[in-house]
């Protein structure tokens, strides 16, 4: 059973550019939840979707940051017009339901972003 | 408001000694979740240990055990007879009441020593 995929794991994209972010949930999941984490930081919530919705988005800066999560297809991080700040390591989990269970939250491996 | 405090930025051990690793949480919900996360110079977050708020008896796994006191609010990670493996960060996350989104403390690093 693959576990939650993210790729790419390293991107590089100069200030300006756009960043996309793709996260397959593990097999069964349809909620996908993304977080970020500044170096030398924990990580902090962005953004919870299930299946063509977007539950809370209330961790995403209201500017330039979006993500879908498509019928079909994995769940897409675009930033926009990158700047420094955006270095990051973003990171998606997944997990079946959300239920009182509240533990199954599995991680992917993160997507290291660079701004030049 | 839901907060994660680690107050230890960095810890050493030596290798088959055991160490505590401090977390203090603050919520207005009864109805929470604690978490520890491993997270290794590699970058992965693995998952280590869950303690729910109205379990009873404190969470183990393996050499992982989560000394729980809830009338202080923390969630202490101890881990037995350490190995040089696990050198890593360390986060506390809570997630609580109805919310879904996981609340991360900023980690704590330790390192294993021979």
């Known amino acids: 059973n693959a576990g939650v995929m993210q790729n790419p794991r390293h991107l590089v994209r100069r200030r300006g550019q756009e960043a996309r972010l793709r996260c397959s949930p593990m097999?069964?999941?349809?909620?996908v939840y993304w977080y970020r984490q500044l170096p030398e930081e924990g990580l902090k919530f962005m953004v919870y979707?299930?299946?063509?919705?977007?539950?809370?988005e209330s961790g995403m800066p209201k500017e330039r940051f979006s993500a879908e999560f498509p019928k079909e297809g994995p769940s897409i991080l675009r930033i926009q017009q990158v700047v420094r700040g955006d270095s990051a390591a973003y990171f998606c989990?997944?997990?079946?339901?959300?239920?009182?269970?509240?533990?199954?939250?599995?991680f992917g491996p993160g997507t290291r972003l660079t701004v030049t | 408001a839901q907060k994660i405090t680690q107050t230890q930025p960095g810890m050493f051990v030596q290798e088959k000694e055991a160490v505590t690793l401090d977390c203090t949480y603050d919520?207005?919900?009864?109805?929470?979740?604690l978490f520890w996360y491993k997270q290794p110079s590699s970058g992965e977050m693995i998952f280590l240990i869950y303690?729910?708020?109205?379990?009873?008896q404190n969470a183990t796994e393996g050499r992982y055990s989560l000394n729980f006191q809830k009338a202080r609010k923390s969630a202490n990670l101890v881990i037995s007879a350490s190995q040089l493996g696990d050198s890593a960060m360390y986060f506390c996350?809570?997630?609580?009441?109805?919310?879904?989104?996981?609340?991360f403390g900023k980690g704590t690093s330790l390192l294993v020593t021979p």
């Open positions: 979707l299930q299946k063509e919705n977007i539950i809370d």
């Open positions: 989990a997944s997990s079946p339901w959300t239920s009182r269970t509240l533990y199954e939250q599995y």
């Open positions: 996350a809570m997630r609580a009441g109805s919310g879904y989104a996981l609340n």
């Open positions: 097999k069964g999941h349809s909620h």
């Open positions: 919520t207005s919900d009864q109805s929470y979740g």
């Open positions: 303690q729910g708020s109205y379990d009873e």
